[in-house]
């Protein structure tokens, strides 16, 4: 089904099929509704966009805004508000537009993978010394042996018939064969479709690759370097290691962060020395991560200590909870007290530990 969008033409509001869209018609944008083009804001509420279909960002953007302007991209999704809107470009002509088209006239150009272009090399070398072979023979034949007067006809065909020999016919062929067969072999074992031939003969020519796509591409095996935990003041190492372990949840197996500090913590004190002193703590509250406080909070009881909070997470935003802009979490404690941080190796995790 079309999408269609509310629209202002020569004074008259009518529904609109998003393709049937101009520059200069004026639209209602809605939360719900994704941006048919690029519109520039007019007039109505501040709009919450969502614009990680271009972006990536996980966080929505305020339009119009000082530091985003009042330009809002096609493709981006209207999250919350009301607002008019001209439109200012549409298809090809806008940002997403003009990158997909940029896209198809890539994938239209025929492009030579340097495996392919090494074998084209190595067959015109192999034409070039078979024809320099032939011109060899027929002077050799024809001059020497004087075939020039009595049997040119045989010459020409033994000239004839080396070149022809000389040129591979069937390599295209056994090329494209080898090639699907590889493509099917790595869809089958290594669960990866190949959509482009030359690619995969460019992968298979490499000797090393360098990518800085390290969310794709690592296996978030994260461990800690016992050695390397950091303590402050009168926290011990072992103290990291458990207070650590407090603010994570065992239960999220896949988490490699909250699997990497509870391997740690089992590490450091062994399975059974470490569920009895966990079994001192009594968990009253928990505040899980999100992309706004990035941290995340655990409150407990302890029967000769008293109550405590435990956060782990970014360090400037456990030491100071308004970094960044004010921090509206619901029992936001504002941390004061006394302080537990601990780089734990490659993941930057920070405890914080008071009592109230």
């Not at 003041?233 to 962060?257: C, H, Q, T, W």
């Amino acid at each position: 089904m079309e999408q269609k969008i509310a629209c202002i033409r020569d004074g008259n509001a009518v529904q609109l099929l998003t393709r049937l869209l101009v520059p200069g018609d004026i639209v209602l944008l809605v939360g719900g509704c994704q941006v048919p083009a690029d519109i520039e804001w007019i007039e109505g509420d501040v709009l919450s966009v969502e614009t990680a279909a271009l972006t990536g960002e996980p966080l929505p953007r305020k339009y119009p805004s000082d530091e985003h302007g009042s330009l809002i991209l096609c493709a981006c999704t209207i999250r919350a508000g009301e607002a008019y809107g001209i439109v200012r470009k549409t298809g090809t002509y806008t940002e997403i537009g003009s990158t997909n088209v940029d896209i198809m006239k890539d994938k239209a150009t025929t492009r030579v993978s340097v495996f392919e272009s090494r074998v084209l090399f190595a067959v015109q070398a192999i034409i070039s010394i078979s024809l320099l072979d032939v011109f060899m023979i027929f002077l050799v034949q024809g001059i020497g042996r004087d075939q020039f007067s009595h049997d040119v006809t045989e010459l020409l065909s033994t000239c004839l018939s080396i070149i022809v020999a000389a040129i591979p016919v069937a390599l295209p062929l056994v090329m494209q064969v080898t090639m699907a067969l590889g493509a099917g072999k790595m869809a089958r074992d290594f669960d990866s479709v190949v959509t482009s031939l030359p690619a995969l003969q460019d992968i298979s020519s490499m000797t090393v690759l360098c990518s800085d796509k390290t969310g794709t591409l690592t296996t978030a095996r994260i461990s800690i370097h016992a050695d390397s935990v950091w303590n402050h003041g009168r926290f011990s190492k072992k103290d990291v290691a458990m207070y650590g372990v407090l603010a994570s949840n065992p239960d999220k197996k896949e988490d490699p962060i909250d699997r990497s500090v509870t391997g740690h913590f089992e590490h450091v004190f062994g399975i059974h020395e470490g569920a009895k002193t966990l079994k001192e703590y009594t968990k009253t509250r928990s505040v899980g991560f999100n992309p706004i406080y990035k941290r995340v909070l655990y409150e407990y009881t302890h029967p000769t200590i008293g109550r405590i909070a435990i956060a782990k997470g970014l360090p400037n935003k456990v030491l100071d909870t308004s970094d960044g802009g004010v921090d509206d979490a619901e029992g936001n404690p504002y941390y004061h007290l006394s302080i537990l941080s601990s780089i734990l190796s490659s993941i930057l995790s920070c405890c914080y530990y008071y009592y109230r």
